[in-house]
């Protein structure tokens, strides 16, 4: 882990900033190299970006730049579940592992500054890069993200977090105005940046839309007064890439590393400076924040060599497949689910990506494995001889439906794509080897909530003519269960699942792995039950309700509550009992597997507030946590919430309040009345 920053540290820093010229100080404040490697390589993070510091002349220390949310993205590492399908386990534990794993490649493959740890809210669910993020609530992203960014760490590699901030739209990203009131930006968009913040990440990235009025790598409130004045945060921001940062001002708002290259700085804040419109001290403050960073980090004793063998290992391939293992989200089971080996002879496994390996979208976040298992692969790998796998694509709905009909058992695999949602890539750089949409771009917000016509017709069809089947749905975020699921009997969220998803699946579905994943969102009945989403908007307003929230406002059902997941076995969640201490809650909650399998259960504490002093949200998640239990085994399991978590921000003062008066814990394993049992208490 990276040493704390103390006297030395700033002291060397200082000292090297000293022996600086201003061309040299200015020279650490940008990324070097990139259009020239892109160029020749046409592949984005072919090899690690030199992205702030490094000075050849005093041997100061670069940073060393990779992506990825769901993996390392240079060279063939190994590729995990996407975030949302990771958000889908509940478990920071089973993340600190995926980011250990990660921090580790990044190592071996010379990088010491990742940009992988995405905590964009999801706001909407049409938002495109949905995938990248774990879920709509500001809870339950801060402690997946901080449990990334620990993992991360450990291996002296330099976490970023992303984007900085509200940046939950992705067309329109590079110039829609995100209009939000202190309140909804304190206590919805931002808690979760503060989480990693306390967590010790070391590098911002700022996000590319506009937060009322100004560009988030222009943007002082932001950038100066929230994150490293009221905050506290000693690490450094850099821009998001190429159209992040618009001008040298975006020093004197507090952007310190203009990335991934040279465009606005370099001669350009030179002179900015000589013309006095950038102040020195401004400069030097920026590139003692990137060297005491990486000082920081390069100083730490490393917890081991990294081998480049240790580039999707063994042990690291292993991660990808548990991680999917315990992210896929059981929604429908009318009692087949698991399938006995014994009663099938074939499985047909139908749809566009039963044999088709579906990762995720190919923007920045693109991981390329080594290798990958397909549904159907991972299926005729677990079958061996026991059973026949039968392939059809599903574009002939007669032939997928004979074919459908003569198996003993039925995968129908369904669901989005690189192509219709993602990181919006337009057709100038689109790398697609030629099979990119008709104008040529990738990726993008989603253009609706439900499967297309044709996948709609193939679940409805195939579905009657099959009991024995599961509609397996690969998508970055929600996608509505409609009428075409009418006859499904068994449904599953397998999202995008990495490299060992096929794996994953099998061992699901012949239960060898018990389901424990969990919707990281609500699952709406109709789109006109979320909030307003406009993929082209120029400005746009971000109210303080969304998701579940939302949905509590308007006492709305949905079709799935956030939280929701079955399982093979079943669970029993007691009353909680709640000690009010000066600074906490301790809660103690029982939860006992009643079946007969081992499995696991998500315990979630959602806290109503009083509500009187203005009006609030129904109830909001506060503490979470996986239990893995063995059949017939009971644990009390305790938490403890700090009371500063239950204040609301007050506009009025610029400050947090306390609300008195009396509070309802409820405790249960998803996020409506009847998975909730309520308890009270009083401050």
Avoid at 239 to 249: E, H, I, L, P
Avoid at 413 to 439: C, F, K, M, Q
Avoid at 642 to 658: E, G, T, V
Wanted: proline residues 5%.
């Amino acid at each position: 882990m990276p040493v704390p920053l103390n006297d030395d540290i700033r002291g060397d820093a200082q000292a090297a900033l000293a022996e600086l010229s201003l061309e040299e100080t200015v020279a650490m404040l940008s990324g070097h190299g990139f259009f020239e490697d892109f160029a020749e390589t046409r592949r984005y993070c072919s090899t690690p970006y030199r992205i702030g510091g490094g000075n050849e002349r005093l041997g100061l220390p670069q940073g060393r730049f990779t992506d990825g949310p769901r993996g390392v993205v240079t060279g063939r590492s190994t590729c995990f579940p996407v975030p949302m399908a990771r958000g889908a386990s509940f478990d920071p534990a089973l993340e600190a592992r995926i980011g250990d794993a990660i921090g580790r490649e990044c190592r071996a493959q010379g990088a010491n500054l990742f940009g992988g740890v995405c905590i964009n809210l999801l706001r909407h669910p049409a938002w495109g890069r949905a995938q990248e993020t774990y879920g709509e609530d500001p809870h339950h992203l801060g402690e997946m993200g901080a449990a990334l960014v620990r993992g991360v760490q450990r291996h002296n590699v330099i976490a970023t977090i992303k984007h900085f901030a509200a940046n939950s739209m992705e067309n329109a990203r590079f110039e829609v105005d995100v209009q939000l009131d202190a309140r909804t930006l304190h206590e919805v968009y931002l808690p979760h940046f503060k989480r990693c913040i306390d967590e010790g990440a070391g590098a911002v990235m700022s996000a590319y839309n506009q937060v009322n009025g100004a560009y988030c790598g222009h943007n002082a409130v932001l950038l100066r007064d929230i994150l490293k004045a009221r905050w506290g945060f000693t690490g450094f921001v850099y821009s998001d890439f190429v159209r992040g940062c618009y001008s040298a001002q975006a020093v004197a708002a507090g952007l310190d590393v203009e990335a991934p290259d040279t465009m606005h700085f370099g001669p350009k804040l030179l002179a900015a400076v000589d013309d006095g419109n950038v102040a020195r001290d401004q400069i030097d403050e920026a590139a003692r924040r990137v060297l005491e960073t990486l000082w920081r980090f390069e100083t730490a004793p490393d917890p081991e060599d990294y081998d480049p063998a240790v580039v999707a290992c063994d042990a690291h391939v292993a991660l990808a497949r548990e991680a999917a293992e315990q992210s896929m989200v059981l929604l429908r089971n009318d009692g087949q689910l698991p399938w006995d080996p014994a009663a099938i002879r074939s499985i047909a496994v139908i749809g566009p990506y039963a044999d088709r390996v579906n990762l995720g979208d190919r923007g920045s976040s693109n991981v390329e494995p080594p290798h990958a298992l397909s549904f159907a692969e991972g299926l005729r790998r677990y079958g061996g001889e026991r059973f026949e796998v039968l392939c059809d694509d599903g574009a002939d709905l007669e032939r997928a439906a004979k074919l459908a009909a003569r198996a003993d058992a039925l995968v129908i695999a369904v669901g989005n794509s690189y192509r219709s949602e993602g990181e919006y890539i337009p057709g100038d750089i689109a790398l697609d080897g030629g099979t990119v949409g008709a104008d040529g771009a990738i990726g993008g917000d989603r253009d609706a909530l439900t499967l297309d016509g044709a996948e709609r017709a193939l679940v409805a069809r195939l579905c009657a003519v099959n009991e024995r089947h599961l509609v397996a749905v690969m998508s970055g975020s929600a996608v509505l269960i409609d009428d075409a699921f009418e006859a499904c009997r068994a449904l599953m969220m397998t999202w995008y699942p990495g490299m060992q998803g096929g794996a994953a699946l099998a061992r699901l579905l012949f239960g060898a792995v018990n389901p424990s994943g969990k919707l990281p969102f609500v699952v709406p009945r109709r789109e006109s039950d979320l909030p307003y989403f406009d993929k082209n908007a120029k400005t746009i307003e971000y109210g303080f309700d969304h998701g579940y929230v939302h949905l509590d406002r308007s006492a709305t059902e949905p079709a799935y509550p956030f939280g929701f997941g079955l399982s093979y076995t079943a669970f029993e969640i007691g009353m909680p009992a709640i000690t009010v201490n000066e600074s906490d809650l301790q809660v103690s909650v029982a939860v006992t597997n009643v079946g007969a399998r081992a499995g696991a259960e998500v315990l979630q504490l959602y806290v109503a507030p009083p509500g009187q002093a203005l009006a609030r949200e129904r109830k909001r998640l506060k503490a979470f946590r996986k239990v893995f239990l063995a059949a017939g085994e009971q644990r009390v399991e305790t938490f403890a919430i700090a009371l500063d978590d239950l204040r609301y921000f007050d506009s009025s003062r610029d400050d947090w309040r306390l609300e008195p008066g009396t509070y309802a814990l409820l405790v249960g394993n998803a996020a409506s009345a009847e998975h909730l049992k309520s308890a009270e208490f009083t401050l």
